[in-house]
């Protein structure tokens, strides 16, 4: 696995005029290419770290695989000096990705749907229905989250520069947390390794992230069959109407003790 922080010297500079060079501690941001069968599929910017969960939670919210057993074998290529290539073998009788999935250029940090073609594809494609899902949570659970994630994120106490996702029980146990300069990167770690350890759907869990609340995260967490998303920021109005028609609940907006519940209020029991 590749550094997930390294140590630069900065300039710090105060407007009463003092200055001085100190050493800082920076989040790692490098290129992960994704082969399938050794065909460059894209490039995603990301911090080292739980490469396999992250593609295989990425292939999973493009559709290409629904279970653990739709992956034959992961490995970094030995053709590349770091490990920033992985190649993926998917199993027998899985069809390999389409080709308008095939993307030449590099996909940012900050970009999560950049392989679907339409927003009527994405919203079309739910392999879990999660409007029937039985989860209820108090507000009192949901407030205590945010600090869980934040007490989990050693990474980010260390650099202040990564985003965090946390899959949560029906009771506020922590099963799973990943960090990453991204976004969404951050939550396909975290749906990949749920993929691996063959845990989909994920029924009744929550998916607490550090940001807003997105279009491709939602679309993510519907993907995986997660009931309840919530996080400490603003969701989009693309990000409330997904969440509406999925019948996912959609909390934002949660900090201290208050938050705002955008869909799905029935699942939050005073």
């Not at 590099?106 to 392989?115: F, I, K, L, Q």
């Not at 946390?166 to 396909?188: K, P, Y």
């Amino acid at each position: 696995m590749g550094r997930i922080t390294v140590r630069r010297p900065v300039l710090r500079l105060s407007t009463s005029g003092a200055r001085g060079r100190r050493p800082d501690t920076l989040a790692v941001e490098e290129p992960l290419e994704i082969r399938v069968a050794g065909k460059p599929l894209t490039i995603t910017m990301r911090t080292p770290g739980h490469d396999f969960d992250l593609v295989a939670g990425f292939l999973a919210a493009e559709g290409v695989i629904a279970g653990a057993d739709d992956l034959a074998t992961m490995r970094y290529c030995a053709d590349t000096e770091e490990q920033n290539t992985l190649d993926v073998v998917l199993a027998p009788g899985v069809p390999p990705p389409d080709d308008s999935m095939t993307r030449a250029f590099t996909t940012t940090s900050a970009c999560g749907v950049c392989g679907k073609s339409s927003i009527e594809a994405l919203r079309a494609d739910r392999p879990y229905e999660v409007a029937d899902d039985p989860l209820r949570l108090t507000p009192g659970l949901l407030a205590e989250l945010p600090d869980r994630l934040r007490e989990a994120q050693r990474v980010f106490d260390r650099t202040g520069g990564l985003h965090a996702a946390g899959l949560f029980d029906a009771d506020g146990g922590l099963l799973a947390l990943r960090e990453d300069v991204g976004r969404h990167n951050a939550v396909d770690k975290v749906i990949g390794w749920a993929l691996r350890q063959g845990r989909l759907p994920l029924t009744g869990t929550v998916l607490m992230v550090s940001g807003r609340a997105s279009f491709e995260l939602t679309q993510k967490a519907m993907t995986a069959g997660v009931p309840v998303l919530a996080a400490v920021s603003a969701p989009s109005s693309l990000a409330v109407e997904l969440a509406e028609d999925a019948g996912m609940t959609l909390v934002g907006f949660l900090r201290g003790e208050t938050m705002n519940v955008y869909a799905g209020a029935e699942r939050i029991v005073l």
